[in-house]
């Protein structure tokens, strides 16, 4: 690890100047996955300013009936999280089919959204690796692929997203509030991850500065039909092969709203629009959801080691519509709430 210096931030504007007038500075609010990189040496940041002082834990209710997660809010605090947990418990699903409970008690819900790829080889610095070092090459096209993208990859980067949080929150259609240098905005949770396409080393669309501040759900959080379903080599603290946040409408056994997206098939929570419309109007019925599964794979192309993610995904899908349906969950994917500490 490099030697560095730390300061803590004590206003959102003085943090966003101190990390403008650094070059090599970082923010750390968690810290669950940074200083992971600091110690292998992936992340070298000369100036580190921490956030934890900073006003930004609170769950609060919004005017238009959504909820606002502040991005200093940790992992656990906000799964468990009563306004959470029954108005959106897709969320609370998914952000505890995460990680170990230790960790889910430090990392922040900002950090949660900029956590890096598991790529064994960004970490490996005897391997190239264009996240890391841009231009150096791709070591996982050629090498062990077993846990990379099958959707949305580029001849640069195959790497996937590592989240849960993430994929409910693509699912749910939340909002990014970020401060930087030039203000505050907002990014629609779909533009905030980015494909690798030429620029693999750029994971979001964040600008130079730029703080994340909040997470906002929108007032709709498909509390009556949701599931979240993750599949992974092993049943607890493992990253996942493929997940799926699924959330439905239903009349009666009709379809009339539906959303779908994927997690460990690509570089950024994955949607298929079209896949969802396919639901809509339609009997919540196998038939139907294998017809989602098959659009949204459409177009996957696999690797030596993760051609079975494409089946897998697939037959995820319909497993978690399922699921969503009938609101039954396998046992390894819901310990969900009962492990309230
Ligand atoms: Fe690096 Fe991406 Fe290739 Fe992994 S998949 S080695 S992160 S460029």
């Known amino acids: 690890m490099n030697s560095f210096t730390y300061s ?8 966003v100047r101190e990390k403008t007038a650094h070059d090599d500075a970082a923010y750390i609010g968690g810290g669950t996955n940074l200083i992971d990189l600091m110690k292998e040496n992936v992340a070298r940041p000369t100036h580190l300013i921490g956030l934890k002082h900073l006003p930004l834990a609170q769950i609060e209710n919004l005017p238009d009936g959504g909820l606002r997660l502040g991005a200093l809010a940790t992992n656990a605090d906000t799964a468990y999280h009563p306004a959470v947990a029954e108005r959106y418990p897709l969320l609370s699903q998914a952000i505890l089919a995460g990680a170990s409970a230790q960790l889910r008690n430090m990392a922040t819900d900002g950090g949660n959204l900029l956590q890096r790829t598991r790529c064994y080889y960004f970490y490996d610095l005897s391997t190239p690796c264009n996240k890391r070092e841009p231009g150096s090459g791709c070591s996982a096209i050629g090498g062990y692929n077993r846990i990379h993208a099958i959707l949305g990859a ?25 401060s930087g240098p030039n203000g505050e905005r907002v990014i629609k949770f779909d533009d905030f991850h980015r494909l690798p396409g030429d620029h693999p080393e750029r ?27 993750k599949l992974r080599d092993r049943t607890s603290y493992a ?11 239903l009349d009666g056994d009709t379809i009339t709203d539906a959303r779908i997206a994927l997690g460990g098939v690509a570089h950024k929570p994955w949607r298929v629009r079209e896949a969802e419309a396919l639901l809509i109007g339609k ?14 794979v459409q177009g996957a192309w696999g690797h030596a080691h993760n051609h079975f993610k494409i ?21 390894d994917s819901n310990a969900f709430l009962n492990t309230n500490p």
């Open 8 to 15: 803590s931030a004590t206003a959102v504007e003085a943090a």
């Open 154 to 178: 580029s001849e640069s980067c195959i790497a996937t997203h590592p989240s849960d949080m993430c994929i409910a929150l693509a699912a749910l259609e939340a909002t990014v509030r970020v």
């Open 203 to 229: 994971d979001n669309t964040l600008e130079p500065g730029e703080l994340i501040t909040a997470i906002d759900l929108p007032n709709k959080g498909f509390a009556k039909n949701f599931t979240y379903l």
């Open 239 to 249: 990253f996942a092969l493929v997940s799926v946040a699924a959330a439905l409408e």
């Open 283 to 296: 009997p919540a019925s196998a038939d139907t959801f294998r017809q989602a599964a098959g659009r949204i």
């Open 311 to 331: 089946e897998l995904a697939k037959r995820a899908v319909v497993r978690a519509l399922k699921q969503a349906t009938e609101m039954t969950y396998a046992l």
